[in-house]
Structures are given as structure tokens and as C-alpha cells.
């Protein structure tokens, strides 16, 4: 899956409309919340974030490529991504807090675990713009090309997860997902039972013991 900008731009995050009690096309604003219970914030607020949830699916592999900016929600959809390919002139900025709100879209996780705690309160709590030359140093972009050659990088890495057995990118992103909440034993062990389901695969015969 390529996640990608319609424009010029990755995705400029919510629309300052939103901020209206009327809201937008006859969608209430994000404010008429505050009027309601705590249990209806959590429904709605919850409907948001799944719709961000797809992206840690195993049997997806998704790239995000990113050019100009990459703004508020438009920034945790591309930290959702498994492979983000950005241009060079890609804006990335967590501008909610700057607003009086919060990341609520899974990005406060995804960020600190990509780069960090420490940079990842930074990023946020200035609200700054990090470009190209420091997304790719801090971990956050997997690549910068020239704008102009954004297209053929990610059709070039598509054509090389494709030429990959689906069900062994299947269980190698199960396993990379899974690494950061286990031990080494724990990683290790899980490496032999995807391994030995794998083998056995190829041998033809089922993952029953």
C-alpha cells in the first residue's frame, strides 16, 4: 500500500474549520466534544484512530511517500507507514500542541518509538518543522530523494518488497512489530516458532507440531 498526497503536499492535518461549532460540510467541529460526555469523546476520538490503526496490520506493507508537508494527523498517518520515502523539500511537524491540543491519532507512540523519548518531546512541544536532512538522521525517513524522482524511488522499492514471498514479509513485519515488547528470549523464541512455520510451509506440510 502507497500512501501518498493528492498535491503538492503529503497531507496539511485538520483543517482549522474544524476549530468552528460548525464544523465543515455538516461534520461537527472537533470543540463540540468538549460539550459531550467523556464516553462519547472516547467513542469518536476512538473511530479516528482506528482509522490510523490499519497501518500496523502485518499482512500490510505500506509506504508512505511524502513530499511538502506532512502536517498534524497528515504527520501520524506517515508515522504509521512501515517505509517512509521523502522529498527533499518534505516538512514534517507535530503542530497540535501548538493549537492547544493533543496528537490523538497513535502518533505519540509511533514517534518515541522511531526516534526516542527525548526527541520526540522536543519535536512536539516546540511544534517545529523538521525537514528532509534530519528525518532521514533521526530515523523518521527511510530515504530523501529529489522531488522530481519521488515516484520512481517508491516504485522502485515497491518492485523489491514484491519480488519478497508474501507470506515471508508477512511474518518477518510480525516479528520486527513485535520486537520492541520483548526480551531477546522472547524475540528469539518467536524467530524459531515463525521459522519452523515458515519450513514447514516450504516443505509443504502444515504448522502443527
Not at 54 to 76: E, K, L, M, N, P
Request: with cysteine; aromatic share 4%; proline share 3%.
Amino acid at each position: 500500500m502507497v500512501l501518498r498526497g493528492a498535491g503538492k503536499a503529503f497531507s496539511a492535518g485538520l483543517d482549522r474549520a474544524m476549530f468552528s461549532p460548525e464544523g465543515i460540510d455538516g461534520v461537527p467541529g472537533v470543540t463540540a466534544l468538549a460539550g459531550g460526555t467523556a464516553e462519547n469523546a472516547h467513542a469518536v476520538i476512538g473511530d479516528w484512530q482506528r482509522a490510523f490503526d490499519w497501518t500496523s496490520r502485518t499482512d500490510v506493507v505500506s509506504i508512505a511517500a511524502v513530499q511538502g508537508h506532512a502536517i498534524g494527523g497528515g504527520f501520524q498517518l506517515a508515522l504509521g507507514a512501515d517505509i517512509r520515502i521523502v522529498a527533499e523539500d518534505v516538512q514534517f511537524c507535530m503542530a497540535e500542541p501548538k493549537l492547544g491540543i493533543v496528537p490523538d491519532l497513535g502518533g505519540t507512540k509511533r514517534l518515541a518509538d522511531l526516534v526516542g523519548y527525548s526527541r520526540a518531546a522536543e519535536i512536539c512541544l516546540t511544534a517545529r518543522r523538521v525537514g528532509a536532512e534530519e528525518a532521514l538522521r533521526i530515523g523518521l525517513a527511510s530515504a530523501v530523494v529529489p522531488v522530481a524522482d519521488l515516484d520512481a524511488a517508491v516504485d522502485a522499492t515497491v518492485a523489491q518488497l514484491l519480488a519478497i514471498p508474501r507470506d515471508a514479509a508477512i511474518a518477518t513485519k510480525a516479528l520486527l512489530k513485535a520486537a520492541a515488547g520483548n526480551t531477546q528470549a522472547e524475540q528469539q523464541f518467536a524467530e524459531i516458532e515463525a521459522q519452523y512455520g515458515r519450513l514447514r510451509a516450504l516443505a509443504g506440510l502444515d504448522s502443527a507440531g
